[in-house]
C-alpha cells in the first residue's frame, strides 16, 4: 500500500472548489490514507483539506489522452479540442513547469479538464468503493 502513497504524493492535481461552483481548485497530492480513499491536497494558499479520493482529479497519460482525442474529435467543441491538443503537447515536455502549464490550462475549463482526468479512486481501482458523499473536507490554515 504505501506504494502508491509514494507514487502518488508530489502530484499535481485539481479538485472542485466548493466555495466557487464550476471552478476548479490546483493543489499538489501531500498524501493518501492507507486505504487510499482519503486524500489530502496543500493548495498555493497553504491551506491543506482532504477530499474523497473520487473528487480528486489526475491528468491521464499522455498516450491515452493523445488516442481519445484523435477518436473523439468530431464530438469536441473547437475550444475544447484546442484545449487539449495544447496539453497533450505540454505532456510530451518534461518538467514540473510543463505540468503545471497543463494542469492551469485544464483548471479553465472544466469539459476539457473532465476529459483530460481521472479521479484518484479510478486510477487506484477503488472507484466502486468510494461515494462523494462520504468524503471530509476539513480546512485548515498553512503550516
Known amino acids: 500500500m504505501l506504494n502508491f502513497m509514494e ?10 472548489d466548493s466555495a466557487q461552483h464550476g471552478k476548479m481548485k490546483l493543489g499538489v497530492i501531500s498524501g493518501l ?8 491536497v496543500s493548495f498555493g494558499d497553504l491551506s491543506l483539506s482532504s477530499f474523497p479520493s473520487d473528487q480528486v482529479l489526475i491528468m491521464k497519460d499522455k498516450n491515452a489522452l493523445y488516442g481519445q482525442l484523435l477518436s473523439s474529435s468530431k464530438e469536441l467543441e473547437m475550444q475544447d479540442f484546442k484545449l487539449l491538443l495544447s496539453v497533450n503537447m505540454l505532456q510530451e515536455k518534461t518538467g514540473l513547469s510543463a505540468q503545471l502549464q497543463a494542469m492551469e490550462l485544464l483548471k479553465s475549463s472544466p469539459s476539457a479538464a473532465q476529459f483530460a482526468t481521472v479521479s484518484l479512486s479510478v486510477q487506484l481501482g477503488l472507484s ?13 490554515g498553512g503550516r
Open 7 to 16: 507514487k502518488y504524493s508530489g502530484m499535481l492535481a485539481l479538485v472542485s
Open 128 to 140: 466502486s468503493q468510494i461515494t462523494s458523499s462520504g468524503g471530509l473536507s476539513a480546512e485548515r
Open 33 to 40: 490514507n492507507p486505504a487510499g480513499t482519503l486524500v489530502s
